[in-house]
């Protein structure tokens, strides 16, 4: 029995790290450290019905507290932000599933196509977004794709869209090609309810253009500025966020993650936290998460709100000659351990710890990572 179930209420007992096969040793490491970097998200909030792989066990969800509301779900829909500028937010929260590995995506109409913000994992989540872009937007080709960053539920569904040019910072491009070279030949995606039926070919489409700092499109809604551009170093070493000055909308990508945890399993925190302050000084109404329900600026505060207390607390820990995973079972979050994803408190204190030994790099220390994890589960398990 897993003491801390939350399932009563909906949410996934267990969060599993991975879902990749491998089939042998030196294929499992190289692979191991490809995952780290790109395939986490989607894999890691298959919750139960993913495989544990790459000997990462699940990591337990930590009891809610009732002191604290539980964050309202939502629902999916295409919402219309601005005047041809679209949200597609996928369902999530208590009862819609464990909601946090299903990402959103934008559409913006040019005269002569649509540009897609990420391009979501799974072909059936793919099917409904596109159902939804026919029925309310109408038949213009997908002509461009922006990938906020290199996480497979953000970049999987990419072929769906070809043949469209897409962008990315060089650093997903990068780590988006090494996805593509793991894919074994005739692969498909993994049947799972709802996302895939088991029979789709799958291909890493690689994106083709790179933004290193800003590109600006003027040929969408007539001359209205449309602005890429990385913020530095935050969820990945390569993020991309999509602004509307006009409209003061801004697509974040997993740089906002609302009424969940955010994941910072390939994120820097300190750097996170500088672009979450660049971001509360931009003019911005309407912020697009990549995960979760549309928000703004409170909603962004609140993020920042989270990182802060994480740090603060781990470090604390950090500098007593705690261990992190000790540190995290010990870190109460108040009102965010009710949100979904709560087991993300290791990993993102796992990172933190990284931070403060100097040890971090884009991707995680999966053989550290598994100490952690066992440390933390036992801990909680115990006060079961
Ligand atoms: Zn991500």
């Known amino acids: 029995m897993v003491p801390f179930s939350r399932s009563k ?3 996934q007992m267990m969060t599993k790290l991975q879902d990749t096969e491998v089939v042998c040793v030196s294929r499992r490491e190289a692979v191991a450290r490809l995952m780290a970097a790109g395939v986490g998200m989607v894999s890691m909030l298959r919750g139960n019905v993913a495989r544990a792989q790459l000997g990462a066990p699940p990591v337990v969800t930590p009891p809610p507290d009732p002191k604290f509301p539980i964050p309202a779900s939502w629902k999916t829909e295409l919402r219309k932000l601005g005047p041809n500028v679209f949200a597609y937010i996928q369902a999530g929260g208590v009862g819609q599933g464990s909601g946090a590995g299903v990402s959103n995506a934008g559409v913006i109409v040019g005269d002569d196509h649509l540009l897609v913000i990420d391009t979501l994992g799974q072909p059936l989540l793919v099917k409904a ?3 939804a872009v026919r029925n309310t ?9 922006v990938n906020t960053h290199q996480h497979s539920d953000h970049v999987g569904g990419n072929q769906f869209f070809m043949p469209a040019e897409i962008v990315a ?3 997903c491009r990068e780590t988006v090609i ?3 070279a793991a ?3 005739g692969a498909k995606f993994e049947k799972h309810g709802g996302w895939a039926d088991g029979t789709e070919d799958r291909r890493q489409i690689v994106p083709g253009t790179t933004v290193t700092d800003k590109l600006t499109y003027y ?6 500025a449309v602005e890429i551009f990385h913020p530095g170093v935050a969820h990945t070493w390569g993020d991309l966020m999509v602004y509307l000055p006009d409209y003061k909308i801004l697509f974040a990508g997993d740089i ?3 009424s969940m945890t955010p994941w910072t399993h390939n994120g820097y925190v300190t750097e996170w936290l500088k672009v979450l302050d660049k971001i509360m000084g931009m003019d911005v109404e309407t912020i697009v998460p990549g995960h979760g329900p549309i928000g703004g600026k409170k909603e962004l505060a609140e993020v920042r709100e989270y990182f802060l207390i994480l740090k603060r607390e781990a470090r604390k820990r950090f500098d007593a000659g705690m261990s992190p995973g000790k540190a995290a079972a010990d870190i109460k979050m108040g009102k965010f351990d009710n949100w979904i994803g709560a087991e993300r408190n290791l990993l993102n204190t796992f990172r933190l710890y990284c931070e403060f030994d100097g040890t971090i790099t884009p991707i995680w220390d999966m053989d550290r990572l598994r100490r952690a994890i066992d440390e933390y589960n036992a801990i909680l398990k115990a006060r079961g």
Request: no cysteine; hydrophobic share 40%; glycine share 12%.
């Open 9 to 11: 209420r909906g949410f």
């Open 183 to 185: 894919l074994p030949p």
């Open 178 to 180: 090494k996805m593509a």
């Open 256 to 258: 906002a993650v609302f």
């Open 129 to 131: 977004f596109m159902t």
């Open 169 to 171: 910072h060089p650093f």
């Open 219 to 224: 040929n969408y809604n007539n001359g209205t």
């Open 137 to 145: 937007i109408g038949n213009k080709p997908f002509g461009r794709v």
